[in-house]
């Protein structure tokens, strides 16, 4: 009997290539898209799963409160690791952490940037490390040791083994390998190349490890098992306070690894909010709406062409076929049409599972044996096949043989309302992804034409290495040469990630129970005209900071906080002790979050030994060709030291990396939700004038010219779009309404962007529908009539 379902199913699929076709690829583009966003959407979810202890993992915070705001940062003291360890119950491990930072490494010929940080020694027990080579016990028991990753110690010396091996960094100094470390996986939080001790980078920096004032550095923690969190917390809350006997500015609170990469975000008073646990569930849904649309595109053609099989059902009654055997075989033929989109989809995930990880980012791997997928694939067959099976399987199955094979019209209004309504739903999903689209598009393209305060076209970076700093003045002498470069200037960090503050600026007139929180920023006398900041009032700092040394340059929003009027050059403030002259107010820029007005922030003059050399080139000049000499003029003064840039372009369109990939995900679904739409359009277009070809022909006899008849076929599915349309809107305003509202710079929902998407959403459809029309109406009506 099985045999006989396969011979008939497939006999049906040859009898009508066209449809089948139809049916079988859009489906398979359904499952296809939706596969690739339950991979990202896996990858996700699974972040730092691998690690053994991830339910005793946690990252230290510190909880600060400044003019009536909360603010959490992830920046600790110095001492705080080691004491907390050393004296509060449940806590196993502690390490501090500096930030993440490249070194040169050089061994032989081979010179090239690796990014790691330096780390106490339990960082290695907390995560778990899996030693190749060395071992946990003999690792990191110098000062000069370093631990590398497999990578890393391939990239330096090939395949061979490297324990005891020695490697010099930034030209300078030497350091033992002591250990190689498997890999971490792509979606783990923490990623480096190399770990060198903490003790090490206390001996070469220039202090602050030992204040509980200075928050600087990251504090990874692991409790154990038996601890529980609320009670560490409690008590970690106020340790530091008690550790200086008095009020601190920040209280510490332990924030666990399962949070890490999916929340991780929290609003100005210090609660915790969602960060990208929003976009795996946007994702998630988006995921299911292409499948939904594909789903439904497959229903409709089924059900639609199964109405033409109405006598094959009567003769096989007629035969003694029971209405179970007949369930069983449009069943089973529907799921074989699902079992081959499926198989189908398989080839186009591997097709473009590449492109599509470079569009998000990642390397995601497919994995089709995985328990999971496999349970994913075969639940869409077999919903799919099942409900768009059961129309013709149990409605076709009770027709009344003998009236069937006699030619007596059975009633299929309910089964065409319910295709114009699946259809009604499909166009209404693609139209919302569509606006949607292009409402994210105009958000991110509103703050990018955001008056910034500053130009970050035309502006090269690069970071301090080795002895530039040494030569800066006759590197920016040879840059201004070149002809390419109009100014170069100094700065501790990029401009647009300002991620140094102090609370302890005050000055006459200031709240003194108020701690405002200012940014700060070192810099030379040419930073500001590189960056095209405009001063508004006093003036800028002197070359080569001549006299300037206890002056500071700040932007309007705390020129306000000192004075009114924001004419604040001429007056002091107290940085702790210290006083500092205001020299100059530069007009307010946006930095950090582009979407929040622009903060309080300070200049104070370069006296750092690490930072950036911001270079702005001139218009209309051969930036390739300038770049090269860039790069030239910093190799032969800073030699041994590969010249390494960014644009600062690069980095502003950083910030909108997630809404970016929002933008490109949901594009790409949207035209394809279109496309799918479109397929089962075309089919269901087809199938209409296929069964109205008399009427068509009676009507051309009567003398109905082309255009009505194309007019007249058209009119059914400009409806269908139409209430698509008043579904849609109200939809999609209430979706982009709430989106928006989580940013405090945004643009405006605009009547056309609607209006736009439903008339390129008609206009397609019509394109789609005309074809067939136009061909039905064409049909010599002699030849649809001559069997009457």
């Not at 009604?424 to 034409?449: D, P, R």
């Not at 010249?643 to 949207?670: H, T």
């Not at 109406?777 to 649809?784: E, H, M």
Request: glycine share 8%; hydrophobic share 45%.
């Amino acid at each position: 009997m099985i045999k006989n379902y396969l011979k008939t199913t497939f006999r049906n699929l040859w009898k009508t290539k066209g449809y089948s076709f139809l049916n079988i690829f859009g489906l398979a583009i359904g499952i296809s898209c939706a596969s690739l966003i339950f991979l990202w959407v896996e990858d996700e979810v699974s972040y730092d799963s691998h690690f053994p202890n991830k339910e005793h993992i946690y990252l230290s915070k510190s909880r600060q409160t400044h003019d009536g705001g909360t603010y959490v940062f992830e920046a600790n003291p110095g001492p705080l690791a080691p004491a907390i360890k050393a004296e509060l119950p449940g806590v196993k491990y502690a390490a501090r952490v500096n930030w993440p930072m490249p070194l040169l490494f050089n061994q032989g010929d081979n010179n090239l940037y690796q990014t790691g940080f330096y780390a106490d020694p339990d960082f290695m027990d907390i995560f778990s490390l899996e030693f190749v080579e060395g071992s946990r016990a003999s690792a990191m028991q110098n000062i000069d040791d370093i631990v590398l990753t497999q990578t890393a110690a391939n990239r330096l010396f090939g395949e061979e083994p490297v324990i005891g091996k020695h490697v010099r960094i930034n030209n300078e100094e030497s350091y033992t390998i002591a250990g190689v470390v498997k890999d971490l996986p792509k979606n783990s939080s923490v990623q480096f190349d190399w770990i060198i001790p903490f003790e090490k980078f206390e001996r070469i920096s220039e202090g602050g490890f030992d204040s509980w004032g200075n928050n600087s550095f990251l504090t990874y923690v692991q409790l154990e098992p038996s601890a529980k969190l609320a009670d560490v917390n409690k008590n970690l809350y106020d340790f530091a306070e008690h550790k200086v006997g008095g009020d601190l500015f920040y209280k510490n609170f332990l924030y666990p690894m399962a949070r890490w990469r999916l929340y991780n975000s929290f609003d100005r008073d210090g609660n915790e909010q969602e960060g990208r646990i929003k976009y795996v569930r946007l994702f998630s849904i988006i995921a299911w709406v292409v499948l939904l649309i594909a789903c439904i595109n497959f229903m409709n053609l089924v059900t639609a062409r199964s109405e033409k099989r109405a006598k094959e059902v009567g003769m096989r009654k007629v035969a003694g076929a029971t209405k179970t055997s007949l369930i069983s075989q449009f069943l089973g033929e529907s799921i074989i049409l699902a079992s081959l989109s499926a198989l189908l989809s398989i080839g186009l995930i591997y097709l473009f599972i590449r492109p599509f990880n470079n569009m998000v980012d990642k390397e995601l791997a497919i994995g089709i044996v995985e328990p999971l997928h496999i349970t994913f694939l075969a639940g869409i067959v077999l919903v799919c096949g099942l409900v768009s099976g059961s129309y013709p399987a149990f409605y076709l199955s009770s027709f009344n043989p003998i009236a069937t094979l006699k030619g007596a019209k059975q009633k299929t209004g309910a089964a065409s309302t319910v295709r114009r309504g699946l259809v009604v739903l499909q166009y209404a999903a693609s139209i919302t992804l569509i606006s949607c689209t292009t409402i994210i598009f105009q958000q991110i393209q509103h703050v990018k034409g955001r008056d910034m305060g500053f130009e970050h076209s035309q502006v090269l970076t690069t970071p301090l290495r080795g002895k530039m700093l040494d030569h800066i003045d006759v590197i920016k002498e040879q840059l201004l040469a070149t002809g390419g470069v109009e100014t170069a200037g100094l700065s501790n960090m990029s401009v647009l990630n300002i991620g140094a503050n102090t609370w302890g600026i005050n000055w006459e007139g200031k709240d003194p129970n108020k701690q405002i929180l200012i940014g700060v920023m070192h810099t030379d006398a040419d930073f500001i005209p590189t960056m095209g900041m405009q001063l508004v009032d006093g003036r800028n700092f002197r070359p080569h900071m001549l006299g300037d040394s206890s002056s500071i340059v700040i932007n309007e929003a705390f020129a306000k906080l000192i004075q009114p009027d924001g004419q604040a050059a001429g007056q002091t403030v107290r940085w702790g002790e210290e006083p500092y002259t205001v020299i100059g107010v530069v007009k307010d820029f946006v930095y950090n979050n582009v979407y929040t007005p622009a903060e309080p922030v300070l200049f104070y003059p370069f006296a750092t030994k690490w930072g950036v050399l911001n270079i702005k080139t001139k218009a209309g000049i051969d930036l390739s060709k300038t770049v090269a000499q860039v790069g030239d003029i910093l190799k032969a003064n800073n030699p041994g030291y590969p010249f390494e840039y960014d644009f600062l372009d690069n980095v502003f369109n950083e910030k909108f990396k997630s809404e970016m990939l929002i933008q490109r995900l949901a594009g790409v679904f949207a035209v394809l939700s279109i496309i799918i739409s479109c397929l089962g359009l075309f089919g269901l277009a087809a199938f209409t004038a296929e069964r109205r070809t008399k009427e068509m022909g009676i009507r051309k006899v009567l003398g109905a010219s082309v255009s009505s008849l194309v007019g007249l076929l058209n009119r059914e599915f400009v409806v269908l779009v139409l209430v698509s349309c008043a579904l849609a809107f109200p939809l999609a305003w209430w979706i982009m309404s709430d989106w928006l509202g989580n940013y405090q710079y945004h643009t405006d929902l605009h009547w056309w962007v609607f209006a736009l998407a439903g008339g390129g959403a008609l206009v397609i459809a019509l394109l789609t529908v005309s074809s067939q029309a136009i061909k039905a109406a064409l049909t010599n009506p002699t030849k649809s009539l001559r069997d009457e």
